[in-house]
């Protein structure tokens, strides 16, 4: 038995452990000895330098910057397209006129919602940009969403989106959004329609509205599945840097207003005079930051039973 | 709907969850008339974002059918006489149809890949004990923190020395390994929560551990399996720096994320908009095709594995 | 007991494939040293040298072009590897591409780089990096090497003055090859200015004049695109260069001190708080792509636009039949200014590099000297609209109205071509951190002096960054 046991753990953990250490550790590690070098990525030659490439990003306020707005992506994005899934899907399942005898009911047409909100979800970064980037045009007859505006008289509200440095990481962020609400709505309404009704019928005669329905019965029932879109949002949010990439005017800009350390990183190894260590030490330096976030996030939400 | 299961739903109880007493009218009444006025309002939230969301990729496919000239000179207005051109060009000149099925191929067997090596592991570290088990675990989850964009270079040489670098074989086991740390999170708390006693009864039987994992466990994971699998279907589909750098050899074995990205950025100096937005009608439209076909069992999947 | 060991040396084995595989002493020694079939101290081929093939091409050596298909695609490329392969029995491996930085920085560092590039377009790699690092082949043999169609000719003497500078990084060897040859400029539609009976303005007063003059017809005197700032200082640092001198514009290059402290400078750079104060530039620009912007301009939402002479290309879709578009030269201060009116910045772009270390950098610039010849530059011109770095290239062809105009107006200048060097010597002080303050300029949120006192401290935080490679003027 012990012997089986041992057997069955190692070689059931043999394959992805294999994997993930060729495929996934050992890029890392080497990206952090990449770090401690002056590496350019163009020769083979490289010297240690210890670590004088963190140094440098200490005091690059861009670095800062940069890492600001990657925190303020993985707050807001995640808690936006939450809120908004669960709005929507606590709508589309408990929105509805009721029916009979029946105490809460769906709206008419949910299967229709559910299957047009899913749609951004099967189109590509590149695509959402270009799409996004008809939408955000500036051009009160081009731009989709300043005619819009112009169209029902709205012309105060126009603006020039990713050309206004004051709403331009809002623009990428609202994108970032709308491409991910619908799983979303589709994931949260499938946890709701599983709740049984009684327990809505239950709290009804507590003088319970809608409203306090959704927070004492609605999203503790769903507290995993949020959790779980949480996490998964918060790994989107950090690899959202394409979309700055694709979107932002000036390369992260205007102003730097949106540049984020990925695509900083992207730049340093890859343009700015290829200086592949120091993007490196810029990765390591982020990774540090996220694990400590994703620690102190997980400690805080870690409570009950819900073990991770 | 969900009324009419209730009787049969045993359903997970909530902690304390209140005795069920049938509501009474007065209670009932309330809610209607709440239920109304949250009816009109939230058919009116439904539509604004079923606009927000269709609109643009409504606009998008009936711009396939017009010229670049005229999407960007009237961007509001509808194909005078259509044009199918575009859509051959894309599917001959851009081998939009190569792409989806190299795409297909890629997220089939690395979504089969991931659930099956995520779930292996997952399934020893939830269960068993020995020497290391928290060491690998957070291997893993550490690995949901780590952005991708950092690992590209080192990642080419890895791919390179091991021979399968721009092979889609090498791009599916790329996927798996970055695809583990969310599965190996989920899934491990996913068999935490799966009753003992079963696979206990089938050890005393006599069966091994192996047989037991695949003949007891994995149907009893069934829900877990297919809700991270669908994440993980939905973030290959859409993944883009990978295959940007790890398969840029020859173009027969692109995805699809590539050819959009090539589509986009030469439609960015040479204006072929038409072409670009039937490649991404092409793309688009048998995955939505697929979902409406399949929505039912995916929300199915999900609404299993979203309560637990 | 026997697969457990077995399975446990599968996973060491798989771990040293990775991981072992990078001894931490020398860790890009593993990178160089891959498979080993394509190890960078195989010998280049080479051939035996003749009067048809004066280069020694080796007959039968594989070739690899790995070119930027942007504006001008990559047909004209293919139509000269066509020659190369019915001439050397071989056939190139061609890709056409975009986003070549990512694509292409691990193969130069495992040394097994395409053998000829086109390294242009966004995200590019850092031809100058590259030029420092050694990794680019010296053209020199190539300038040396008769051209195709004239065996007396070499190719060094057919090329447009400042095509050999272009590229250059600091020293005499030339790194890299511009083909394509551009006219920067105001464009316009000389229809527009026809049906207005506006003229082109020749200096700062009469375009803030002809600007008020558009604005009571609702139309923008100029129009950008803010995702790309730097198409801006195509017109505003040749200005510069007009107005105090190409001195000055040099020690702008080379990083000097003060060098945007200058009297020319505070010119040029007040013309456009001017424009900007009142509201010159079409609303919204500072949102938009090239293409964008592009398309309200075709529409006649704004009048002149700062670009290159690919334009005409890529602006095609929209351009209606009668546009008529036509290019002015620098506007300026006046009759003050170190150089008349008509001065011109137009500069060879299309970077082709050959790699120092690849398999055959011989055969790359044989298929260099391919495209310097008449049939194939004739080819180029004809179907992409836009001039080549061969002298005299575009004569006895029919052109477009643009190029016409482009052409027509490279001939007027003569001697007063500017060039700066600022935009691939420094691409990010240039492209980000100049591009920034130059959208704050334009849209009004900074005045004139703000911006050169920025513009000031980023040149010399530029300076004093010892990772940037620096370059002068020779």
């Known amino acids: ?221 769903l507290r995993d599945t949020v959790a779980t879109g949480w996490v998964y949002m918060g790994i989107i949010a950090m690899d959202g840097f394409a979309f700055v990439q694709l979107m932002s005017v000036n390369n992260g800009g205007p102003n730097e207003v949106t540049d984020v350390v990925p695509l900083l990183l992207y730049k340093t190894a890859f343009r700015d005079n290829s200086q592949y260590g120091m993007a490196a030490a810029m990765g390591v330096a982020m990774l540090i930051v996220t694990l400590v976030f994703a620690v102190l996030t997980l400690r805080l939400s870690r409570r009950e039973r819900i073990e991770f | 709907m969900t009324a009419e299961t209730v009787d049969s739903t045993p359903g997970p109880a909530p902690q304390g969850s209140p005795p069920k007493p049938a509501p009474d009218a007065a209670a009932k009444h309330r809610w209607r008339g709440e239920g109304i006025v949250l009816n009109v309002f939230s058919h009116g939230f439904l539509w604004v974002w079923t606009l927000m969301v269709g609109v643009p990729l409504l606009w998008a496919l009936w711009s396939s059918f017009k010229t670049s000239g005229d999407i960007l ?64 675990y957070f291997l893993f989850v550490g690995g949901m923190a780590f952005p991708v964009v950092m690992v590209l270079v080192p990642l080419f040489f890895v791919t390179k020395n091991l021979g399968i670098l721009n092979t889609l074989p090498g791009l599916i086991l790329v996927y798996i390994a970055y695809s583990l740390p969310f ?126 | 007991m026997g697969p457990q060991f077995n399975r446990r040396d599968a996973i060491k084995r798989a771990l040293a494939i990775g991981v ?195 604005k009571k017809e609702n139309i923008s005197l100029f129009t950008y695109p803010g995702k790309y700032p730097y198409y801006v200082h195509f017109d505003l640092l040749a200005q510069i260069g007009k107005v105090g001198g190409k001195e000055v514009l040099n020690a702008i290059d080379d990083l000097e001190d003060g060098a945007w402290q200058v009297d020319a400078v505070k010119q040029v750079i007040g013309y456009y708080e001017e424009l900007a104060a009142k509201k010159y530039f079409m609303p919204g620009s500072e949102g938009m792509t090239h293409i964008q912007m592009q398309t309200a301009w075709t529409k006649g939402k704004a009048a002149i636009v700062a670009d290159g002479s690919w334009v005409e290309n890529e602006a095609a879709p929209t351009m209606p039949k009668d546009f008529d578009l036509a290019v002015g030269p620098l506007v300026g201060s006046g009759p003050s200014d170190k150089l008349p009116f008509g001065t011109i910045y137009a500069a060879a772009g299309e970077p082709y590099i050959v790699a120092a270390n690849g398999k055959n950098p011989v055969g790359g610039m044989e298929l260099l000297r391919i495209m310097l010849s008449k049939k194939e530059t004739d080819n180029f011109t004809n179907t992409t609209k836009s001039l080549t770095c061969v002298t005299g290239a575009a004569d006895g062809l029919s052109l477009t109205p643009g ?17 700066s060097r600022l935009q691939d010597w420094y691409v990010k002080l240039n492209q980000e951190t100049l591009g920034n303050l130059t959208l704050q300029l334009l849209t009004g949120k900074i005045n004139a002096a703000k911006w050169i006192e920025g513009a000031q401290k980023a040149a010399d935080a530029t300076k004093n960054d010892s990772s940037v490679p620096k370059f002068k003027h020779v």
């Not at chain 1, 009721?98 to 105490?103: D, E, F, I, L």
């Not at chain 2, 089969?112 to 592991?121: K, N, P, R």
């Not at chain 2, 986009?264 to 991404?280: E, H, I, K, P």
């Not at chain 3, 190029?403 to 060039?419: C, I, Q, R």
């Open chain 2, 73 to 136: 000179a009237h961007p509001w207005s509808l194909p005078t006489h259509p044009h199918f051109d575009s859509w051959s060009r894309a599917w001959t000149k851009a081998h939009m149809g190569r792409y989806f099925i190299n795409t297909v191929i890629v997220v089939g067997f690395s979504t089969a890949g991931t659930m099956l090596f995520g779930s292996m592991a997952a399934y020893v570290l939830a269960r068993f004990e020995f020497f290391g088990n928290r060491f690998i």
């Open chain 1, 1 to 221: 038995m012990r012997h089986g046991k041992y057997r069955f753990i190692i070689g059931f953990l043999a394959v992805p452990v294999a994997l993930y250490a060729v495929l996934v550790i050992s890029p890392f590690v080497q990206d952090f000895q990449i770090s401690l070098t002056d590496w350019s990525g163009l020769t083979p030659e490289k010297h240690y330098i210890g670590f004088d490439n963190y140094q440098k990003i200490i005091h690059n306020n861009l670095f800062w910057k940069a890492l600001w707005h990657n925190i303020l992506m993985l707050l807001i994005v995640p808690i936006v397209t939450l809120a908004l899934g669960l709005f929507f899907a606590f709508m589309l399942n408990v929105g509805g006129r009721r029916k009979g005898s029946a105490s809460v009911a769906g709206v008419r047409g949910a299967g229709f919602y559910k299957i047009v909100y899913f749609f951004p979800q099967v189109l590509s970064v590149t695509v959402i940009a270009v799409l996004w980037q008809q939408i955000y045009n500036p051009d009160p007859d081009d731009g989709l969403l300043n005619s819009l505006l112009g169209h029902v008289g709205l012309t105060s509200l126009q603006q020039s989106w990713l050309g206004d440095p004051s709403i331009a990481l809002a623009c990428i962020m609202a994108v970032m959004v709308w491409a991910n609400v619908g799983f979303y709505v589709v994931l949260f309404s499938a946890g709701m329609a599983s709740i049984p009704a009684e327990i809505y019928e239950a709290v009804l005669l507590d003088g319970a509205n809608r409203i306090t329905t959704f927070f004492r019965i609605t999203l503790p029932l």
């Open chain 3, 403 to 419: 190029l016409a105009s482009a052409s027509a107006a490279l001939k007027a200048a003569g001697p007063n071509v500017l060039n």
């Open chain 2, 183 to 308: 599965t190996v999170f989920f899934m491990t708390s996913f068999f935490r929560t799966l009753p003992t006693s079963v696979a206990e009864a089938a050890l005393v039987d006599g069966a091994s551990h192996t047989r037991t994992f695949f003949q007891i466990m994995v149907p009893m994971a069934k829900p877990g399996i297919i809700s991270i699998g669908i994440f993980n279907i939905l973030g290959q589909w859409n993944q883009y720096l990978l295959p940007l750098v790890l398969n840029q050899g020859n173009t027969d074995k692109w995805v699809l994320t590539q050819g959009l990205a090539d589509l986009a950025v030469q439609q960015g100096y040479q204006g072929d908009w038409s072409g670009l937005f039937a490649g991404l009608s092409i793309a688009m439209l048998p995955v939505l095709a697929v979902y409406v076909i399949f929505q039912r069992q995916v929300q199915a999947g999900l609404t299993a594995g979203a309560v637990k």
């Open chain 3, 20 to 214: 072992v595989a990078i001894p931490s002493a020398s860790l890009l020694s593993a990178c160089a040293s891959d498979s080993g079939s394509d190890k960078p101290d195989k010998p280049a081929a080479t051939g035996a040298k003749s009067a048809s093939n004066p280069l020694g091409v080796k007959k039968g050596a594989p070739l690899e072009a790995f070119i930027f298909k942007g504006g001008f695609g990559d047909d004209y490329v293919k139509a000269a590897e066509q020659v190369y392969n019915s001439e050397y029995g071989i056939k190139v491996k061609h890709t056409g591409t975009q986003g070549l930085g990512p694509k292409l920085q691990p193969r130069f560092a495992s040394n097994t780089p395409p053998d000829v590039m086109d390294n242009s377009g966004a995200d590019n790699l850092d031809t100058a990096a590259l030029a420092k690092e050694n990794k680019l082949q010296d053209l020199t043999p190539l300038l040396d090497a008769p051209t195709v169609d004239d065996p007396s000719k070499k190719v060094r003497d057919v090329l447009i003055a400042g095509t050999i500078e272009q590229g250059q990084f600091g020293t005499q060897a030339m790194y890299a090859l511009n083909y394509a040859f551009t006219v920067y400029g105001g464009w316009y539609s000389s229809k527009l200015f026809k049906e207005k009976g506006w003229e082109y303005p020749q200096t700062f007063d009469q375009a803030i004049a002809l600007g008020a003059k558009a």
